[in-house]
């Protein structure tokens, strides 16, 4: 009987110890080693984004923590989620540093201009009353082209006005003919701004 309660003691002692051991057992850590983007170049065009995406490695690390940067601002910049987005014509590295072990992995970005094609006007001729404003509308070929902003111009600005604000708002002021221009900021791949007119008459 006594050899019965000694190994039941025993047993029960052990048991103890396991759990115990069990209970107070530290997780493991896994160390990062490496770091993979999924482009190592890519193409932009200036006010274009696309995301790059980034694999920790192991997959089972236990930090997966990463940070990114870009060294030419002015180019391209990327946000703390990886898209990156073109600002200017050049090129940029993009860098994604992992928290645990600083290890890198980087991306060669170029980024260009899509120049402008034409520009065009809802009108090319309008007759309007004194003091009767009109609106313009205008449009951007191509559709993707870089640099879309314009400017208005009157040939006469004592007959018709161009507003500062709205773009493209003019205001008859005197009976006459002016010729308003739309001008592009943008230039095409010769290096020209790229025009669209329309005659005023006012009566």
Known sequence: MKRQITALLIFATTLCVLIGSCSNKIPEVVSVFGVK?????????????????????????????????????PVAKVDQDGNVTG????????????DDSGHKA??????????VEKVTLDHDKIELNIDNPYQFSWTIFPDGASIKEVEFSSSDESVVRCADKP???IYP????VATITVTTVG???DDKQCKA??????K
């Open 187 to 189: 230039t095409d791949k």
């Open 167 to 169: 773009l493209g708002l």
């Open 37 to 73: 983007l999924d482009k190592s170049s890519m193409g932009l065009a200036v006010g274009e984004s696309r995301k790059l995406t980034a694999t920790v490695e192991p997959k089972n690390a236990t930090d997966k923590g990463v940070s990114w940067e870009s060294d030419n601002d």
């Open 197 to 202: 007119e329309c005659e005023v008459t006012v």
């Open 173 to 176: 002021t005197k009976i006459g």
């Open 106 to 115: 980087t991306c060669d970005v170029g980024v260009v201009e899509i120049p």
């Open 87 to 98: 600002i200017s014509k050049g090129r940029a590295k993009i860098t994604v540093i992992t």
